[in-house]
């Protein structure tokens, strides 16, 4: 129900954009989550906004570089990262919350996207 896109291969100091986009419901009620999982680490928050938008919430290691936003009408949540860095090279997932207050715990995402691949090089 989730499927997120736009990961590659980017050189230090560039740019992505990385979608997600859900199918089999409308998730203009659901709080949207980007996670992240790096070789040999543990999964950790990136960035969350809540279904209306007006919370949003940054890993204080992407602050200031990624930007999350979403369209409703899309059904489609989008991450912004520019400045990129080899810290960044992770497998990165796209998750969906139902509960009213956005979090930035993966335990309480209750969809996930299958992740996309993004690889930054020096």
């Known amino acids: 129900q989730l499927q997120a896109y736009g990961g590659g291969l980017v050189q230090a100091g560039g740019s992505l954009r990385l979608s997600c986009a859900a199918s089999g419901r409308p998730f203009g009620n659901y709080n949207m989550g980007w996670f992240r999982r790096a070789p040999g680490k543990e999964r950790e928050f990136v960035a969350a906004?809540?279904?209306?938008?007006?919370?949003?919430y940054y890993a204080d290691s992407v602050k200031g570089r990624f930007t999350i936003s979403r369209d409703n009408a899309k059904n489609t949540v989008y991450l912004q990262m520019n400045s990129l860095t080899p810290e960044d090279t992770a497998v990165y997932y796209c998750a969906a919350q139902g509960g009213v207050l956005v979090t930035t715990r993966a335990e309480v995402y209750d969809y996930w996207g299958q992740g996309t691949q993004v690889t930054v090089s020096s």
């Open positions: 906004m809540s279904w209306s938008g007006n919370r949003i």
